[in-house]
């Protein structure tokens, strides 16, 4: 793992003026896990890696050195980098357009045959990510709202996925969603990885990161409080790091 | 129309229902208030007639259809300006084009039109998106500059349009219409329309999808300007002169039919062909009234009970589809 070629580095990023920089690679094919108390700093993390947020010093690279910096939104899709927003709700779906629009929103480009849409371009596509992700839908006509929590948050991810992104990141990915469909969701987030993706995931459960994640990133106050990897992965080391009390 | 186009309805009857979804209750009062005519003044509503009752309606069909993309843009977009920009365009084309210059060609007419709209629905853009006025007060500015320009170059009613223009006004009025609907089809197939029903649906999703918010609204304000400045053109046919009162009684009219035609004010719902049954609706009322001999203040008093109603019966459809997905 650690000789493949790095997909995402963050080189000095301090995320509230003040705290202590850091510096991280992500490597292909690696899944990253990011943890914390609620409000310390992997929220801000990952937004910062997905352009969302200006870095406060330093900055973030698609790929390994300072090539190429990443400084919007726009331009971290561009390279390759998607987000799955966590507010499903208030930041994610389109509650008043249906499923199929709501996948195909964020490439609506990549159906254009001569320049125009074409609706079985997109239907196409969106069956190949519906037998991907089990997404359980009778007709993707239908409005976005008439799918089950978790099935939303697969039409969210096959959003995500449509970019053919090198790194994705993942906002909370199973908040509210079912048991079945979060076995579902591990599962995808596996096969990505061994496909050559990049994912950092930030979980509110520790259990979650635990299963999924190579190495898991702890934060408290604003900083990057410990990476720890293999054996090093444990609830009680991860829970001590995030209440400050290890060493 | 949107489920239509986007998947494979099975039956008959899901596309009936998008089409319900889209338009409201206004092909149903379309159907009602075309009976009433046609039974109260049969002469009128004859099908040899109906040529120059297209040309009669065409004006506020096409102020209606300008109204619509800057609404569905969201956030509070909204155009006023709408009928002054036909007035303005039509001071510009008959006085100053025709009379003045003595240009009377169709391509220096109709291209000096679209470009006049298209000009101040940039300004109204710029100052809506990237100023951040809110939008019924940025175009309430340019309501006001463009009624006292006209006014001023334009103060009283002068000035004759060439034949081809004239004939625009009758039973023909249907080909300007026809060319903003092609446009619109067109738009539809550009991944700018799903790029402009996504932000007025919700923008901060938008966002996070990746789609350039400021500029999907400050275009859907430039299409706003070149139908208005199409609108224009119909209107300066149907009167044959230039006039600088008419214009803007257009804008309230338009926006009422918009929103009669179940285009959501708050964005995102609804398309042109809405709007364009929700001004024939107004026509028809506004013509059934007239036959009685009401006065004109009792047509406002019916615009602005139909403006009320249509907002209501939306509001109303919105909650019976929500649930219906809660049964479903």
New interface residues.
Partial sequence: MSDNPVSLSVLGLSLKPGAVSFDQEIRRGEIVGLAGLDGHGQDAFIETMAGLRPPVAGHVNAGAKADRVIRSFRQAVRSGIAYLPRDRRATGIFPSMSILDNFAIATVGRDRKLGLISPAERRKRYDYYRDRLSIVAPDPGRMITTLSGGNQQKVLLARALAHKPDVLLLNDPTRGVDIATRRVLYSVFRELAAEGMALVILSTEIEEALVLCDRILVFREQELAASLEGAERSSERIISTMFGRAA | M??M??????SKV?ALK?IWRQTGFAPILFVVLLAINIFINPARFSPSAWGTLIGLAAPLVGAAIASAPAILGGRGGIDISVGPIMGFVNAIVVLVLIQKLGLTSPFIVVGAAVLIGAAIGALNGFMATILRIQPIVATLGTYLLLVGTTLTILPAPTGTVPVWLKSLGGPLSILPLGAVFLIWI?IR???Y???L??VG??D?????????VTLVRFLSYVITGVFAGVAGLMMTALIGSADPSIGPTYTLIAISAVALGGVSLAG??GGLLGAAIGAIDIFLLQSALTFFNFSTFVLQIAYGAILVIAIVLTALQDRWLGRM?GA?
Avoid: E, V
Avoid at chain 2, 5 to 10: C, L, W
């Fill in positions: 949107t489920a186009a986007t998947s494979q309805p099975t899901p998008a067109g197939r550009l991944p329309y799903d790029h029903m996504a649906s919700d901060r999703a938008a966002y996070t999808a990746g789609i350039p995102g719902r997905r479903a």
